[in-house]
């Protein structure tokens, strides 16, 4: 097994457990929906015969820090040049892609199928988006003909993030990071049917 695959099956269970509802996954868990209500993930399920289901509790630091480690895993385990940068975000995109593959077949197994891409789209910025980063999108605009603007005003994952610099520096310094959840999304929409390809633009302030 590779080491993208071997991170990939260690990261879904993560997001897996925490869309549980405060931090943990027992049997019967529930996920947040778009109306702020709950829905059943494992529909009910209570174990095997006298088996009885424990509840794991998964603290969401965790899942921050092993963002943060993976990402200099990656610089750590590719040569170091400019040349070399390029392989670290292929690695990192394609480590997303597959952990938003998962996520997506999890998620969508008990949902009728999606009618269009704008409703693809709304299941990532609501029910995605919250499952993952704990909140809605803050914005969504289109101009229907392909092309849709996603708005997060506090990315959850660099909240804890900071630079003396900030501004453009921290701008730049932040690029890394963006790869994972770029590749998460574009593989979720792959999942549901909508190929993708991103622009991604960070506040400078």
């Known amino acids: 097994m590779s080491v993208l695959q071997t991170a990939s099956s260690a990261i879904t269970p993560f997001f897996t457990s925490l869309a549980s509802g405060d931090d943990t996954m027992s049997g ?4 947040p929906n778009s109306s ?18 424990k509840p794991s509790q998964v603290n969401e630091s965790c899942l921050e820090f ?13 040569a170091d040049s400019e040349n070399d940068k390029e392989a670290v ?9 597959q952990v938003g593959q998962s996520l997506v077949e999890k998620f969508t197994r008990d949902r009728p199928r999606f009618v269009d891409t704008l409703d693809v789209v ?5 029910d995605l988006w919250t499952i993952i980063f ?3 999108i803050d914005n969504l605009k289109t101009n229907h003909r392909g092309v849709y603007v996603l708005q997060d005003n506090n990315f959850r994952w660099f909240l804890r993030m900071s630079t003396e610099a900030g501004g453009e520096s921290a701008a730049k310094k932040a690029i890394p990071y963006l790869w994972f959840p770029c590749g998460l999304i574009r593989g979720a929409l792959a999942n549901l049917g909508v190929v993708s390809s991103f622009q991604i633009k960070i506040a400078k302030s």
């Open 36 to 53: 702020g209500s709950t829905t059943s993930i494992l529909g009910g399920f209570s174990g095997i015969g006298n088996i009885n289901v």
């Open 134 to 136: 704990k909140k809605q």
């Open 122 to 126: 709304k299941f990532i910025c609501k």
């Open 28 to 31: 019967g868990g529930t996920a």
């Open 66 to 78: 092993l963002f943060m480690e993976m990402v200099d895993l990656m610089f750590r385990t590719t």
């Open 89 to 97: 975000y292929y690695k990192l995109e394609v480590l997303g892609y």
